[in-house]
């Protein structure tokens, strides 16, 4: 059944769609009078729905509601380096479907892209395509590009954080073992560029009490580690406890 991310007050039961919901319910999916669609409140809570349609709106008139059972009971911010061409699209619409609570795009010193916060709107509509295509209950957050040293202060908040070092494996922690250590339920990985972090920056992840972690001995793309990472983290707090 298809689905749609509304603001819903908890008092209405019946509600018109948005301009962009409205317009793909008529012109792409010809949806008719009768149709049930799922409406999300991106709270957490679906409603099942029934929609009608005039020459220039379409309603939803909203039934019975329960709750989305694929929302994860942790969150998970991945501190994505900004990489070349559409990888960073990529990302956003793997670590969506694997549950992630938001991604902050980051800025570093190997960094080569421009930082172009126009395509900000672009990355949440991918987001929100992401959620409906996997269900999930909320539309994961991407956060405005920051710099490293923003990126800190966004992870003070954050119980749990570690960044995923390709290098000095011996010295790190491995990544399951991480996973095991960690109290509560909030985690963010910092995930480097294509030509990895600097030991500049590497040591001010160490002042910054952020963790090192290894993601296994080879090297993995920085398109693929994010992703790695998310399966894996879903995985252990949630799969096999199943």
């Known amino acids: 059944m298809f689905r749609f991310f509304e603001n819903i007050n908890e008092n209405e039961d019946l509600i018109k769609l948005s301009g962009d919901n409205a317009s793909h319910i008529k012109t ?13 409140d991106g709270k957490g ?59 902050v795009p980051v800025i570093t010193e190997r960094v080569i892209v421009k930082a172009d916060g126009k395509k900000l709107d ?36 954050i119980e749990n954080c570690a960044v995923a070092y390709e290098k000095n494996v011996e010295e790190s922690i491995f990544m399951k073992e991480w996973i095991n250590s960690c109290k509560g339920d909030d985690y963010a990985v910092f995930i480097g560029p294509e030509g990895g972090f600097s030991e500049k920056e590497i040591s001010l992840f160490t002042e910054n009490g952020i963790t090192m972690i290894s993601m296994g001995s080879r090297i993995l793309r920085t398109e693929t580690a994010p992703i790695v990472f998310a399966a894996c983290l879903g995985y252990d707090k949630t799969l096999r406890n199943i």
Request: charged residues 25%.
């Open 28 to 40: 792409v999916l010809r949806l008719c009078n009768g149709d049930e669609i799922v409406v999300c």
């Open 45 to 103: 809570n679906d409603y099942s729905a029934v929609i009608t349609l005039d020459k220039n709106n379409v309603y939803a008139k909203l039934n019975e509601k329960t709750n989305n059972i694929s929302e994860p009971d942790y969150h998970l911010t991945i501190f994505q380096a900004l990489p070349k061409a559409d990888k960073f699209e990529l990302i956003i619409q793997k670590c969506v479907e694997l549950g992630v609570y938001s991604i």
């Open 122 to 157: 672009r990355w949440q509509k991918i987001s929100e395509a992401a959620a409906k295509q996997s269900q999930r209950g909320t539309i994961p957050i991407i956060n405005e590009i920051v710099t490293l040293k923003n990126a800190f202060k966004i992870a003070a908040n």
